[in-house]
């Protein structure tokens, strides 16, 4: 039986007995793919479930960055919310119950709340995709989630390899701009050895700030040739990066070169011709 009465907002396509009529079409636009939303007129019945589409539903996370799919459904009553992942139509979880091999997924639902959270542990690129809420009506219910996975990635201002003098300060900027805000914490090695600000060495000082990006600071002063090496900045959430110092006497200018990988070339020539120089002047030295 058929009935003229007003829309209800936010219900998707559910069948009464006797079934209701179809009201009209509304896309609903998920970045990636389109699915389509049927409005239907339910008359005087409100006790058929239906999404609250307040919730994100295109959510980006970085590579072992924990996510959350947040479903609400709203007057569930005896019916199951499942969550399905739409590539290879895999059921994932099921009311409170987990069908998957796959300990990284779970759905988290507090007692006796209207939201059926699909939480997924240290995504990795393959999970990005489409995943689907549903709910068991005849015909079900259906909502489309967008999850997108990047692999932040960190880097350090300034050449591959960077010379300094003995006694000088270096000076280390570590920066990651891609993936969510919240990246975790930025640790510091020196070679293998965790760089620790409060370190017997002293002179450490690191500096962790946002803007538009994550940047940590590493500053190291009173330069030493024991600090020459590998310095690494490695993020929670992002991939690391690496840069070489070196760390030169100050009464050897001519070995001192500020650029990438270019001028190695010219820093080899450099220390060739310093070699040929300090061996003539010792070679005069010996035969006086």
């Not at 307040?54 to 709203?74: I, S, W, Y």
């Not at 005849?138 to 989630?145: H, M, V």
């Not at 000076?171 to 409060?198: A, E, K, M, N, R």
């Not at 002063?221 to 690494?232: C, K, L």
């Amino acid at each position: 039986m058929n009935a003229c009465v007003r829309t209800r907002t936010h219900l998707l396509k559910v069948q009464t007995r006797p079934a209701p009529r179809l009201a009209q079409h509304q896309q609903q636009q998920v970045s990636g793919g389109e699915f389509t939303v049927e409005e239907l007129n339910h008359g005087n019945d409100s006790s058929y479930p239906f999404f609250d589409f307040n919730v994100p539903r295109n959510v980006t996370t970085a590579v072992g960055q924990t996510a959350f799919l947040h479903c609400r459904v709203e007057q569930l009553g005896d019916k199951a919310v499942s969550w399905i992942r739409k590539r290879d139509l895999h059921i994932l979880t099921a009311a409170i119950y987990t069908y998957t091999s796959d300990a990284r997924f779970q759905v988290v639902r507090p007692e006796r709340s209207e939201n059926w959270t699909l939480q997924i542990k240290f995504p990795q690129l393959r999970d990005a995709g489409i995943y689907e809420c549903q709910v068991n009506t005849e015909p079900k219910l259906s909502l489309a989630f967008r999850l997108n996975v990047i692999e932040a990635k960190a880097r350090i201002l300034g050449p591959a390899d960077l010379y300094v003098k003995t006694g000088s300060t270096i000076s280390l900027s570590c920066v990651i701009s891609q993936g969510p805000h919240d990246l975790g914490t930025v640790f510091w090695y020196h070679g293998p050895t965790i760089v620790d600000y409060d370190s017997p060495r002293g002179g450490v000082k690191i500096e962790t700030e946002w803007t538009d990006a994550l940047t940590s600071r590493l500053r190291i002063t009173n330069a030493r040739i024991t600090d020459s090496g590998n310095y690494t900045c490695i993020p929670t959430i992002a991939a690391p990066a690496s840069v070489m110092v070196h760390v030169i006497n100050g009464e050897h200018p001519a070995a001192m070169q500020h650029g990438n990988k270019n001028h190695s070339n010219g820093l080899l020539n450099n220390l060739s011709l310093l070699f040929v120089h300090s061996f003539t002047v010792f070679l005069i030295k010996w035969l006086r």
